[in-house]
């Protein structure tokens, strides 16, 4: 079981970027890809796409080196990859988070039971800016979100087999996503 990553050989937004996988379960691609402060909201499919000093970081943090080839070999050995483009996320609600209480704000867009763990995830964060709900795919996934980094307890917590809780912050700020798909 490893976390891999090629080489950051495409140019894109005046950067050059590579791609970070696992060979096994996703679940720690979600924890270190949160570590680095990628919100589940950058994750492509099969992977989280991160630039060369993610790459660095994530070369530190215990992924390997590998070279592209050898990359999608070891997503297909292990059921992983994913082939065409990952539709992207329609949103259904984006609004400045503190209008009105949070509570009132997410009833409606989850069920009742995961409003709770939602919540307290987001107050634990401290103040956020946003609220969004989107979906993609057989996934949605409710979003708190500010552009600030807050100190938070970053990765990722499974509620049940389809509802996962995801904390990240860095460069792009911070994230608590509630993540509900139709299977695990």
């Known amino acids: 079981m490893a976390l891999l990553v090629d080489e950051a050989i495409w140019a894109w937004r005046g950067r ?7 060979d096994s379960h996703v679940d720690e691609l979600h ?12 994750f492509q499919g099969d992977h989280y796409d991160v630039h060369e000093d993610l790459r660095v970081a994530a070369i530190s943090a215990g992924a390997v080196p590998t070279p592209a080839r050898d990359l999608v070999r070891a997503l297909r050995a ?6 065409g483009p990952v539709p992207a996320w329609e949103w259904t609600v984006r609004r400045a988070a503190a209008a009105g209480p949070l509570a009132d704000a ?24 946003e609220l969004g ?4 795919s057989g996934a949605r996934v409710l979003v708190a979100s500010t552009s600030r980094r807050h100190p938070i ?7 049940s087999p389809t509802v996962s809780l995801h904390r990240s912050t860095g460069e792009r700020g ?10 695990s």
């Open 106 to 129: 997410v009833a409606g867009l989850v069920a009742a039971e995961l409003v709770e763990p939602f919540i307290a995830a987001v107050d634990a964060a401290g103040a956020l800016d």
């Open 78 to 83: 292990a059921g992983l990859r994913r082939r």
């Open 31 to 42: 924890q270190l890809a949160h570590t680095l402060g990628l919100p589940y909201l950058a």
């Open 153 to 159: 307890e970053v990765g990722l917590e499974r509620l």
């Open 133 to 136: 709900a989107a979906q993609r």
């Open 174 to 183: 911070t994230y608590v996503e509630l993540l509900v798909t139709d299977s």
């Open 16 to 22: 050059r970027w590579a791609h970070l996988v696992t």
